[in-house]
């Protein structure tokens, strides 16, 4: 499984903080002291990445939309195509109408 390689005591204390966040004010609170700006926008970019390609937009709106490289953006379709489908995951949580739209398309 590609998760063993990120898989240790540290990274499991760090997931259960992120469980135990109760909303989105203590997720901005607990991200502001956790990790730059700029890695927090990343992390944020790559997830719109992530959502505009499952909804087959091309790689120029998506760039023009989010300001993502071609680079950022390969990188999140190869996840998507042979990842751990956690991007999928989410973005059906977060979707749920959209999800279906898309599946119903294929």
Known sequence: ?????IRGPQTDQLFRAVLELKDIDEC???FDDLC???EIQAM???LE?????RMKKTYEAIKEHTGASTATISRVRRCL???NDAYD????RLYEDESASVKTED
């Open 89 to 92: 995951e989410m973005l059906s």
């Open 36 to 38: 730059t700006i700029s």
């Open 81 to 83: 195509n042979y990842g």
């Open 49 to 53: 990445v992530a959502h505009m390609l």
């Open 28 to 30: 901005y609170r607990f």
């Open 1 to 5: 499984m590609q998760t063993d390689k």
């Open 44 to 46: 944020a970019q790559r």
